[in-house]
């Protein structure tokens, strides 16, 4: 079944907007992508699952996304049908001292809702830009806590299974990773345990993280947060600035002036662009302190030349260069 005949069949159903071709650019926060085959932005949860379970008993190539925080596409783009959850999974339930949201949810608005039901626990998440989706998938965590300390339980989708609730043990979270990775889960909603607290104080604690990412983090430019993840216990940030990175730049990325660890998109940067200025910052680093930065950014779709996008083969093997000359 190609592109056009699958494009057909979901305007059939009537569950939202499909669009073909898509640029993937359009809806990443670093504005890098090529195009995705088949796009579409299911109306409800039940439409979303409707086309899960289609794609899947057609075997058809998929993918879920989220805002499009914290993941570098392909230019390339993807040959599959890209499932947007900005519409499906927006729903937010208070009840005592335990919030359940769905993953389509952004952690700014989830934040402000704790807020307003007097909860604490979730003030870090006011300054992480995303879904809760994609912070189930990463861990996500800002400020000395990440979404393992609140998490409950998770309503997942499973090729061939379908429907299942997981627990925070079953999600297998560690810094910055999770089983979602492996298991191809697919976030639908998050039961979440917080605690009662002082309005004000829990107020407070938003405006000072707010005011902390913005005094330090490039919030005005296009990027995908964290670049690299940080090797306990030293942080990539000031690994970065000390190569003198700063400002370095292939194209239109940009090793951000304001945090290291931040590559923004100065207008039209590719991700062959970042990747290439990665590769040169992960061996300068490499070089100078015997420390291999791992990538926190998630790299979506084929590598350079239509090989598996995997980030070892996008290091250019094993070794990625590392005991080469630096680019």
Not at 14 to 34: A, M, W
Not at 52 to 65: C, E, G, K, S, T
Not at 118 to 129: D, M, T
Not at 232 to 258: Q, T
Request: overall charge neutral; proline content about 4%.
């Amino acid at each position: 079944m190609n592109a056009s005949e699958i494009a057909t069949e979901l305007r059939h159903w009537d569950i939202g907007p499909v669009l073909e071709n898509e640029p993937l650019s359009r809806h990443t926060s670093f504005r890098i992508g090529g195009p995705a085959s088949v796009y579409v932005q299911p109306n409800s949860q039940e439409d979303l699952i409707q086309i899960l379970n289609w794609v899947d008993q057609h075997q058809i190539p998929f993918f879920v996304l989220g805002q499009g925080t914290n993941v570098l596409v392909s230019d390339l783009g993807l040959d599959a049908v890209v499932i947007s959850t900005s519409r499906a999974l927006r729903h937010i339930l208070v009840d005592q001292e335990r919030i359940v949201a769905g993953a389509g949810v952004l952690l700014t608005k989830l934040a402000h809702k704790a807020h307003q039901a007097a909860l604490q626990g979730l003030e870090f998440a006011v300054s992480i830009p995303g879904t809760l989706g994609g912070a189930l998938v990463m861990n996500a965590g800002a400020h000395g806590s990440e979404m393992r300390n609140i998490v409950e339980q998770i309503r997942v989708w499973e090729p061939g299974y379908g429907i299942k609730t997981l627990s925070a043990t079953d999600a297998g979270f560690e810094y910055r990773r999770s089983q979602f990775m492996v298991r191809h889960w697919i976030a639908l909603e998050a039961s979440m345990t917080l605690k009662h607290g002082d309005m004000h104080a829990i107020l407070d604690n938003m405006r000072h993280f707010m005011d902390y990412r913005k005094r330090t983090q490039p919030v005005g430019d296009a990027n995908a947060g964290s670049v690299f993840k940080n090797p306990h216990p030293d942080y990539a940030g000031r690994l970065i600035e000390s190569i003198g990175a700063k400002g370095w730049h292939v194209g239109d990325a940009v090793v951000s002036p304001v945090h290291a660890n931040f590559i923004v998109n100065r207008g039209k940067a590719k991700a062959r662009d970042v990747l290439t200025l990665m590769r040169r910052i992960r061996c300068h680093v490499f070089q100078r302190y015997h420390i291999v930065l791992r990538p926190e950014v998630r790299w979506i779709g084929p590598g350079e030349g239509g090989t598996e996008g995997t980030w070892e083969n996008l290091w250019y093997g094993e070794g990625g260069g590392l005991q080469e000359p630096c680019e």
